[in-house]
């Protein structure tokens, strides 16, 4: 999924008329380098970003109150069911209370139920991710500053240090991801195994 689009790159980030573009801009070029930085943060974030509809995640319950998705924001209200030797059988909120935290993909149960514990016993199906146009801006942010590095790259402009766009100074470390982007997808997308 591309996390930008080429006009919001362009609008957005370059401070441009899309309908004034320089054609050294290259779109085909420009949506294949939006195409690979969204797929890089993706693989380095460890989830996925697009809206997804009906994942199911089978998984050992550990005795606790909570699962975390593998993905998120949660877009819809999961089911969960569990293995009861031969069938999958439905944890209605009604005999499992529940909540979550659909932003950071937490599902809990508030009765004191546990995810009792077992092997592959559990399963919960739910929606999640963004459309481009829900993508946050901060996550937009980064995917414009990654472009932009990849964008000087391939025009021989490596030697750069910084450069200016409006109000936005911009500085590069052409060697690896720069630490701005690097610290905001660790703080806030980066998915985080514990255990």
């Known amino acids: 999924m591309a996390l930008v689009t080429y006009s919001e790159y362009v609008e957005q ?46 998984f050992d319950g550990d005795g606790t109150e909570e699962y975390w998705t593998a ?10 069911s569990y293995w009861d030797g031969t069938q999958w059988i439905e944890a209605t909120s009604s005999l499992y209370p529940r909540a979550m935290d659909a932003d950071i ?42 472009v932009h590095r990849l964008y000087l790259r391939a025009q021989g402009k490596q030697g750069i240090a910084s450069e200016t766009h409006g109000d936005v100074n911009v500085s590069y470390s052409l060697g690896k991801m720069p630490d701005n982007v690097k610290q905001l997808l660790d ?4 998915r985080v195994c514990l255990g």
Do not use: M
């Open 71 to 80: 993905n998120w924001p949660i877009t819809d209200t999961p089911t969960i």
């Open 187 to 190: 703080r806030k997308y980066k």
């Open 105 to 146: 993909g937490r599902i809990y149960f508030t009765q004191g139920d546990t995810f009792f514990k077992g092997k592959n016993n559990w399963r919960v199906v739910y929606s999640y991710g963004y459309a481009v146009a829900s993508v946050p801006a901060d996550l937009k942010q980064a995917t414009y500053e990654l």
């Open 13 to 58: 980030y370059l401070g441009k008329s899309i309908d004034k573009v320089d054609a050294s801009l290259e779109q085909s070029r420009i949506e294949a380098l939006i195409d690979a930085v969204s797929a890089h943060i993706e693989s380095y974030c460890d989830r996925k970003f697009q809206a997804a509809s009906g994942l199911s995640e089978v």
